[in-house]
């Protein structure tokens, strides 16, 4: 279905691709890669953990129709029966989450606009809790300088740097303009923030783990910014 | 004292100095990897508008730009081009600006209103026939001065403008000056059709005078 790009260009791209995940010691794409570093420490300088992302008027929202919804299996995930999203990694209580458990938590609702890597932007409206809420449930550690987000939708993952994860705007999201996700804008959890682009926010969650080592990404792994911050 | 010996200084100066022409020809590659890649980017997504809100005046609506026009493969690869490159792009139109500046080479180049205006209107007169002699120039014509800072005025909106739709969170006042995200990314392909014509112009205008080619490679003769 849709992705961010076809098959064909991905093979295209494969030599910069293997250039940038470091493998290639070639001059320019070693300068490449430096350069991802040295705008990655740019990124993160620039961030603010307290900056909220500007939310919209509602005039702005995105008809949902038109509001494009990838993911990398052939047709729309849909969550097994028996979903749970499961919190580990280092923490001191492991956790399991219903869906219902999470609804119950204290409700964040944003309306934000959303930025692709391919360049549209749409607005919607997000419902869901406060990953650093769950952080703070599950006792997140000290050392715990990444998150790594975990998906049903063919093994589609993510990681991210703990500063945007802890952002108050970066939630785990069950709602979607006032109604439960549908399926396919990642039901029943996705994980929402205005702070990354869009392929960081990984649809159709079963795991957050907390890591002391970010641990790359589907696109990530494939030589798209592994930061992506916005 | 200290003016006449500045007077002297620009006196010793060549046509085109060293920094300038410097700045010149690293500027060439940078724009064309800076130009390449970012329609490379655009040809992800070559449509104009938020979604479900795309623009009706744009004509290329969902047109990628031909793909002898991309640099860099495909998306990532593009992007880490255009995202390194841009450093320095922006590295050497500082160090350009700073030296148009505190060198007093910016007097004879910049395009001033109230100095320039009629000549750049009668160099605009000869270039359509109107006028059977160019008007006097003064190292350049107005309509000179005006090109080239155009061009300055283009290159500095390319860059806020690109800022604005790199960083719309973390620099949404840069986005907001614009009129937002889709706003700003009319401004900054824009800004590259603004670079392209003035290129192309630039280029005809060389190939009529060819000799500006070896000043600018030279630097010319002094004062």
């Known amino acids: ?230 | 004292m200290g003016s006449s010996t500045a007077e002297n200084r620009r006196k010793e100066r060549r046509a085109q100095p060293a920094a300038i022409r410097l700045a010149h020809w690293i500027n060439i590659p940078l724009l064309v990897i800076m130009a390449g890649s970012g329609l490379q980017i655009l040809a992800a997504y070559p449509a104009l508008g938020p979604r479900g809100a795309q623009y009706g005046w744009y004509p290329f609506q969902n047109d990628a730009p031909p793909s002898w026009l991309r640099i860099g493969g495909w998306l990532a690869g593009a992007r880490h081009l255009h995202f390194a490159i841009a450093w320095f792009l922006i590295l050497n139109a500082a160090i350009y600006l700073i030296y148009l500046v505190a060198s007093g080479e910016w007097r004879r180049r910049i395009f001033i209103p109230r100095r320039d205006t009629a000549n750049a209107l009668a160099m605009l007169g000869y270039y359509l026939r109107v006028r059977k002699t160019p008007p006097p120039e003064d190292f350049y014509n107005g309509a000179q001065r005006l090109a080239y800072t155009s061009a300055i005025l283009f290159g500095v909106v390319v860059v806020l403008s690109g800022l604005a739709i790199y960083k719309p969170v973390q620099l949404y006042w840069i986005t907001a000056a614009f009129g937002g995200y889709d706003v700003a990314r009319v401004v900054h392909l824009s800004c590259l059709v603004l670079l392209a014509l003035f290129t192309a112009m630039h280029l005809m205008l060389v190939a009529l005078h060819p000799r500006t080619i070896v000043t600018m490679l030279t630097g010319g003769q002094r004062g």
């Not at chain 1, 279905?1 to 910069?16: D, F, N, Q, Y």
């Open chain 1, 1 to 230: 279905m849709a992705s961010l790009i076809t098959r064909r260009k991905l093979l295209l791209g494969l030599a910069a691709t293997t250039a940038l995940a470091g493998c290639d010691s070639r001059p320019a794409s070693m300068f490449l890669a430096g350069m991802e570093r040295w705008n990655e420490r740019v990124d993160r300088l620039l961030f603010s953990p307290t900056r909220l992302a500007p939310q919209p008027p509602s005039s702005e929202l995105t008809p949902e129709a038109a509001f494009p919804s990838y993911f990398i299996s052939d047709t729309i995930p849909f969550a097994p029966d028996n979903w749970m999203l499961m919190v580990g990694g280092l923490v001191t209580r492991p956790s399991v989450f219903s869906l219902e458990q999470l609804k119950r938590m204290p409700q964040t609702s944003m309306r934000i606009r959303h930025h692709c890597v391919e360049g549209w932007s749409a607005v919607a409206e997000w419902q869901g809790v406060q990953l650093r809420e769950i952080a703070r449930m599950v006792g997140a550690s000290r050392d715990a300088q990444y998150v790594e987000f975990r998906s049903f939708d063919a093994g589609y993952f993510s990681s991210w740097d703990i500063e945007s994860s802890l952002h108050p705007q970066t939630i785990l999201a069950y709602g979607m303009n006032g109604h439960a996700l549908y399926p396919d804008h990642g039901a029943p959890l996705r994980l929402y923030s205005p702070v990354k682009l869009g392929y960081k926010n990984v649809k159709y969650l079963t795991e957050v783990n907390f890591l002391p080592h970010r641990s790359g990404g589907y696109w990530e792994d494939q030589g798209y910014d592994w930061y992506a911050g916005v």
